[in-house]
């Protein structure tokens, strides 16, 4: 079992930037792959970025590329996600998700665990 909490969600001016973090509870963090996944409302939730369980393979949506980087610290159970030049269109509520196979996938069924979401406000 993982427990997931995500922090770092806020309001911010368009061009900006967020970290968001989320804390993994449990002793095997390193052991599972990690997504981002963003959910605008009225939308479904789609795949932001992934990482490997060692942190050496990344996935990324292609749209966010260059804007999005997904990072961890598996000594402090913590991923990351550092958004640059953020847009209105970020706007979402973003959640982490934990994979026990380690796929790196862009579908929210290939998560097994998911944080409650923390919310990120892009203004104009």
């Known amino acids: 079992q993982v427990q997931l909490v995500e922090s770092g969600g806020g309001l911010v001016q368009a061009g900006g930037s967020l970290r968001l973090s989320c804390v993994a509870s449990?002793?095997?963090?390193?052991?599972?792959?990690m997504g981002w996944f963003r959910q605008a409302p009225g939308k479904e939730r789609e795949f932001v970025a992934a990482?490997?369980?060692?942190?050496?393979?990344?996935t990324y949506v292609d749209a966010l590329k260059g804007r999005f980087t997904i990072s961890r610290d598996n000594a402090k159970n913590t991923v990351y996600l550092q958004m640059n030049s953020l847009k209105v269109e970020d706007t979402a509520v973003y959640y982490c998700?934990?994979?026990?196979?380690?796929?790196?996938?862009?579908?929210?069924?290939?998560?097994?665990?998911w944080g409650q979401g923390t919310q990120v406000t892009v203004s104009s």
């Open positions: 998700a934990a994979d026990p196979l380690n796929r790196s996938g862009r579908v929210p069924y290939e998560y097994v665990y």
């Open positions: 449990g002793r095997t963090f390193s052991s599972y792959g």
């Open positions: 990482i490997s369980m060692s942190g050496a393979r990344t």
